[in-house]
């Protein structure tokens, strides 16, 4: 019985207090990346960083282009990439782009 209790005292102090300002202040948002893409190999992936588009396995990284993107993507046989380069809203979701191509 005290062995439970004891057990039990640990358990309150464990727990996170959950209030309306954690809530409001993404206390418990989910981290995440953004602009990650798997690559067809299954080794590699490439992400959208401040630098440049880097492309990484597990074990390395490689850099693909310099060059500040708003957005990236990449052709259907990973031969090239359609880099957005400027970007102007005109309404609600849409929005006019400006795209250069490279060969990584």
Partial sequence: MII???????QLHAQDRIS????????????????????????????LEEKGITQYNYQTKKELVKGIFTSYNLSFNESYLLLETQSEPIYRGSKKDIYEKSYP
């Fill in 20 to 47: 309306l300002e954690k809530i409001w202040n993404d206390y418990f948002k989910a981290k995440t990346i953004a602009a990650i893409y798997a690559m067809q190999d299954g080794k590699h992936y490439t992400l």
């Fill in 4 to 10: 439970y209790r004891f057990l039990w005292i640990i």
